[in-house]
């Protein structure tokens, strides 16, 4: 089983809409929690990064931490055609490894 | 891309060549990595480095070995390729290891091997 599990979609929402992504993860040791966006042949680039449980926004973008859940979402709000892409969950495991380990990313076409 | 190169960024080979893919960044960045991406697996650590001459393994190392001769340069060798090493590789870097400072990503080098 892995430890961070992520649905691969694709999901097709119309422009201006609010979008969910999340993942699940299975150990507690994960402290460190980050979102990333990927391109078509691009490598991955970061949009949130956030620490304690609850919400982070950064413009359109609000990233949600529940600890003791083990669930983290990032929300799009006004989708437009420019966020289709991959996004990818990542976190930290706060153990002797502090590993970056990542979910396997959700397809997002937002539709004009 | 927080200055950070990778070369080739495409490459077509046979089965049992030798492959080097080279990882330039301008950041002076300590710590570098090299990871695979994969259709279902996400982005798994083939082999990272904390300084010059400092490497350690990654999930998947099977089959790989990296060389940090400088601050800059972090190349990833596949000694003998199998079909199996056909991915997209991306080198990744960070100002620290762990929790304060996230990765940033170079545009990858996708490898097939035939």
């Known amino acids: 089983q892995k430890e961070v599990e992520q649905d691969p979609g694709p999901l097709s929402v119309p422009e201006g809409a609010i979008v969910s992504l999340n993942c699940t993860y299975s150990?507690?040791?994960?402290?460190?929690f980050m979102w990333y966006r990927q391109y078509s042949r691009k490598g991955p680039e970061l949009l949130m990064y956030?620490?304690?449980?609850g919400n982070k926004e950064d413009g359109r973008f609000t990233a949600q931490v529940d600890k003791s859940s083990k669930y983290i979402s990032l929300f799009i709000r006004d989708s437009q055609p420019s966020d289709s892409a991959t996004y990818l969950c990542?976190?930290?495991?706060?153990?002797?490894?502090?590993?970056?380990?990542f979910g396997s990313g959700t397809r997002l076409l937002v539709r004009p | 891309d927080a200055g950070i190169t990778q070369s080739p960024r495409h490459k077509v080979t046979e089965t049992g060549t030798p492959v080097t893919l080279r990882c330039h960044q301008t950041?002076?960045?300590?710590?570098m990595y090299w990871y695979r991406q994969d259709p279902g697996h996400g982005l798994r650590l083939i082999h990272y480095?904390?300084?010059?001459?400092?490497?350690d393994k990654g999930e998947v190392s099977d089959g790989y070995s990296v060389s940090r001769s400088k601050t800059e340069d972090f190349l990833l060798t596949l000694e003998s390729a199998t079909s199996s090493q056909t991915s997209v590789y991306f080198c990744a870097i960070s100002s620290s290891f762990g929790s304060n400072q996230p990765q940033h990503f170079g545009d990858g080098t996708r490898l097939s091997i035939l």
């Open positions: 950041e002076n960045h300590r710590y």
């Open positions: 150990n507690s040791a994960f402290q460190y």
């Open positions: 956030t620490y304690s449980s």
């Open positions: 480095s904390y300084g010059v001459k400092d490497t």
């Open positions: 990542a976190m930290i495991r706060m153990d002797s490894s502090y590993k970056l380990i």
